[in-house]
């Protein structure tokens, strides 16, 4: 039952953590990893638990696969409400607004044409 896949794994602090730092932007494991103390396996295990209950959703980007929130997700609607007052995961998704606006910031630097000499 997806439900019980749902709160089983909103039910673990580290995952409810992940999703906050996944609320304004994708994320590749390595960079989610680069932000946690958890082994890479432990990682992977609890990024598969989200996929499977429908919070998170992957795509292959090259040699890469990024992981990103489902928006369509009730759930993590809810989610988002309770990470604005939540004192442990307020501040990852602080962190993931503003990895957001560099990623966008970066990606606009990259689309300027170069400027020929005169």
């Known amino acids: 039952m997806l439900m019980d896949k749902i709160f089983s794994a909103l039910a673990s602090t580290p995952r409810r953590?992940?999703?906050a730092y996944l609320s304004a932007t994708s994320l590749t494991a390595g960079?989610?990893?680069e932000r946690?103390?958890?082994s890479k396996p432990a990682l992977s295990k609890h990024l598969s638990v989200l996929e499977n209950a429908g919070l998170v959703t992957r795509e292959r980007r090259g040699q890469?696969?990024?992981y990103s929130l489902v928006p369509e997700?009730?759930?993590?609607?809810l989610n988002g409400f309770v990470q604005e007052v939540c004192p442990f995961?307020?501040?990852?998704?602080k962190e993931s607004e503003a990895r957001a606006a560099q990623q966008q910031a970066d990606d606009a630097d990259c689309m300027e044409p170069p400027v020929e000499p005169i």
């Open 17 to 19: 953590r992940i999703l």
């Open 31 to 33: 960079e989610i990893a």
């Open 36 to 38: 946690f103390d958890m």
């Open 64 to 66: 890469y696969i990024h």
């Open 73 to 77: 997700s009730l759930t993590n609607t």
């Open 89 to 93: 995961t307020r501040p990852l998704k």
